[in-house]
């Protein structure tokens, strides 16, 4: 098994909801529980969690191994590091009889407690080692489908503005195409929040055949997205219920783009700071506070 990454308070959630479409049924159930019972957890033995899971002792010691952690023990001890430390699960509290307030407090509260938890699963050597890749890029190609295509298109101009040349066509087909022109100085960064997304696995698989340098931006750390890509950054997930994600994935990808965007600007110092100043030569005044 590989060293875990550095383990940041508040990550242990995240970790397993990130890791939890890889993991057999049975396995599920285990992490499951403890995503939804995560207090309880810590005073449980393993006996207790494979009876509120309804599977057995040992496939419960092989879920948390295969979530990361060495055992039972280890995934206690993390959990009671982040119960200590005040670290609430993601749960927001709003309904359909709620009035709009409360629905945009419950948003608003969804939304910061993912995103603060969502760098505490990207790993800091594959993130340094995407950072200089980015800075010393010719192209960018980025390329998202579905609710990553927001995610994708901001970064696009993001680094456009920093300097970089970029490409961010929104067509699936168009992806492909140009993922098929890149070359072996050229990076292509591929958004998908399920790591899944055929359309996205593709222009990726493209990419990486031209000889581009694939960086992989998830939620998940087993996915056909990142079996294609050379570097993979998987940030803290959204909790496991549809009409409560509130677009929380996109967000913490954006939030790990802009981050590498800053970077990159950092690194190529004149020369970013000569785009914007031409940026702002030629937009209108009154344009300008948009």
Same mark, same amino acid.
Request: glycine letters at 8%.
């Given at each position: 098994?590989?060293?875990?990454?550095?383990?940041?308070?508040?990550?242990?959630?995240?970790?397993?909801?990130?890791?939890?479409?890889?993991?057999?049924?049975?396995?599920?159930?285990?992490?499951?529980?403890?995503?939804?019972?995560?207090?309880?957890?810590?005073?449980?033995?393993?006996?207790?969690? =494979?009876?509120?899971? #309804?599977? *057995?002792?040992?496939? +419960? &010691? %092989? $879920?948390?191994?295969?979530?990361?952690?060495? !055992?039972?023990?280890?995934?206690?001890?993390?959990?009671?590091?982040?119960?200590?430390?005040?670290?609430?699960?993601?749960?927001?509290?709003?309904?359909?009889?709620?009035?709009?307030?409360?629905?945009?407090?419950?948003?608003?509260?969804?939304?910061?407690?993912?995103?603060?938890?969502?760098?505490?699963?990207?790993?800091?050597?594959?993130?340094?080692?995407?950072?200089?890749?980015?800075?010393?890029?010719?192209?960018?190609?980025?390329?998202?489908?579905?609710?990553?295509?927001?995610?994708?298109?901001?970064?696009?101009?993001?680094?456009?503005?920093?300097?970089?040349?970029?490409?961010?066509?929104?067509?699936?087909?168009?992806?492909?195409?140009?993922?098929?022109?890149?070359?072996?100085?050229?990076?292509?960064? =591929?958004?998908?929040? #399920?790591? *899944?997304?055929?359309? +996205? &696995? %593709? $222009?990726?698989?493209?990419?990486?055949?031209? !000889?581009?340098?694939?960086?992989?931006?998830?939620?998940?750390?087993?996915?056909?997205?990142?079996?294609?890509?050379?570097?993979?950054?998987?940030?803290?997930?959204?909790?496991?219920?549809?009409?409560?994600?509130?677009?929380?994935?996109?967000?913490?990808?954006?939030?790990?783009?802009?981050?590498?965007?800053?970077?990159?600007?950092?690194?190529?110092?004149?020369?970013?700071?000569?785009?914007?100043?031409?940026?702002?030569?030629?937009?209108?005044?009154?344009?300008?506070?948009?």
């Amino acid at each position: 098994m590989d060293d875990l990454p550095e383990q940041q308070t508040g990550s242990t959630l995240a970790r397993i909801r990130a890791a939890l479409p890889s993991l057999l049924p049975s396995e599920q159930r285990v992490a499951e529980v403890v995503l939804a019972r995560p207090t309880e957890v810590i005073d449980w033995s393993v006996a207790d969690l =494979a009876a509120a899971a #309804s599977t *057995s002792s040992a496939t +419960t &010691v %092989r $879920a948390c191994q295969h979530l990361g952690f060495r !055992g039972f023990q280890q995934l206690r001890l993390l959990l009671a590091k982040d119960v200590g430390a005040g670290v609430q699960p993601v749960n927001p509290d709003f309904g359909p009889g709620d009035p709009p307030e409360a629905v945009a407090a419950g948003v608003f509260a969804t939304v910061s407690a993912v995103i603060a938890e969502g760098m505490s699963t990207v790993e800091p050597r594959a993130l340094r080692a995407a950072a200089d890749v980015l800075a010393g890029a010719r192209m960018l190609l980025f390329v998202g489908n579905g609710g990553s295509s927001f995610p994708a298109q901001a970064a696009a101009l993001r680094f456009t503005t920093a300097g970089c040349a970029v490409q961010a066509p929104q067509d699936s087909i168009l992806q492909q195409v140009s993922a098929r022109m890149l070359g072996g100085e050229d990076v292509c960064v =591929a958004v998908s929040s #399920s790591g *899944s997304n055929e359309l +996205t &696995v %593709r $222009a990726a698989e493209a990419a990486r055949k031209a !000889g581009a340098t694939v960086i992989a931006v998830t939620g998940f750390a087993r996915a056909p997205l990142s079996a294609v890509a050379d570097l993979t950054l998987v940030t803290g997930t959204a909790p496991p219920v549809a009409e409560r994600d509130v677009m929380a994935g996109p967000m913490t990808q954006l939030a790990l783009l802009v981050a590498l965007q800053l970077t990159t600007s950092f690194r190529r110092g004149d020369r970013a700071a000569e785009v914007m100043e031409e940026v702002w030569r030629v937009m209108a005044p009154d344009t300008r506070g948009d």
